[in-house]
């Protein structure tokens, strides 16, 4: 079975999953919040509104509503596969472990560009509203724009990288950070003295 066959039968399972209207949620939750709280400041002599608006709204959705989504999609594609025992059957086949593990990480890769494309598009369409409204007359700096999701994406790949391997080895993000906490927090309990 070839890779690009292996990567379509993955598309194939995740397209009736919840995950394409989930990455839809943080881009258009973190781009309405940033620019409208921005916005309010913005007169028609303002300058830089633009990477003004898009610092803004990129801080909040980089350093946590993207990361926390790509966690989810990555524990609902590998939830699917072990809830419908899909791994075993795939395993089964003449696949190689490798190839099926790396077209999953397409998948979740593609997810991920998916919701910075969002985030792009959203922020735009927003942004166009916002300074219409506020009266400035500064052009839409397409490039920076561009780039700068861009930037977000290859910074991200690592990342999500890790979050997919720490999702196929322990079963979810959760599962070894979850497990410390409670074992941590049972063991200060049972060290502290009962109150009275």
């Given amino acids: 079975m070839g890779f690009t066959s292996l990567i379509g039968i993955e598309f194939m399972k995740v397209r009736r999953s919840k995950i394409v209207p989930l990455i839809f949620i943080a881009p258009i939750l973190v781009v309405v919040s940033g620019v409208a709280n921005l916005s309010r400041y913005f007169t028609p002599e303002y300058t830089n509104a633009w990477p003004a608006m898009f610092v803004q709204s990129a801080l909040v959705y980089a350093y946590y509503l993207l990361p926390l989504s790509m966690i989810v999609v990555c524990v609902m594609i590998a939830g699917r596969e072990t809830s419908h025992n899909g791994i075993l059957?795939?395993?089964?086949?003449?696949?190689?472990?490798?190839?099926?593990?790396?077209?999953?990480?397409?998948?979740?890769?593609?997810?991920?560009?998916?919701e910075i494309?969002?985030?792009?598009?959203?922020?735009?369409?927003?942004?166009l509203f916002a300074t219409q409204m506020m009266g400035v007359r500064e052009a839409l700096p397409i490039g920076y724009l561009l780039k700068s999701c861009a930037g977000l994406f290859l910074t991200m790949l690592p990342a999500v990288a890790a979050m997919?391997?720490?999702?196929?080895?322990?079963?979810?993000?959760?599962?070894?950070?979850?497990?410390?906490?409670?074992?941590?927090?049972?063991?200060?309990?049972?060290?502290?003295?009962?109150?009275?």
């Fill in 117 to 127: 494309a969002v985030f792009f598009a959203v922020f735009v369409i927003v942004g």
């Fill in 89 to 114: 059957k795939m395993l089964a086949l003449p696949v190689s472990r490798y190839k099926l593990s790396l077209a999953k990480f397409v998948v979740v890769a593609f997810f991920l560009l998916m």
């Fill in 164 to 196: 997919w391997a720490i999702t196929v080895v322990f079963g979810s993000p959760s599962s070894p950070s979850g497990s410390t906490c409670f074992s941590s927090s049972r063991a200060f309990s049972s060290r502290t003295p009962p109150p009275g």
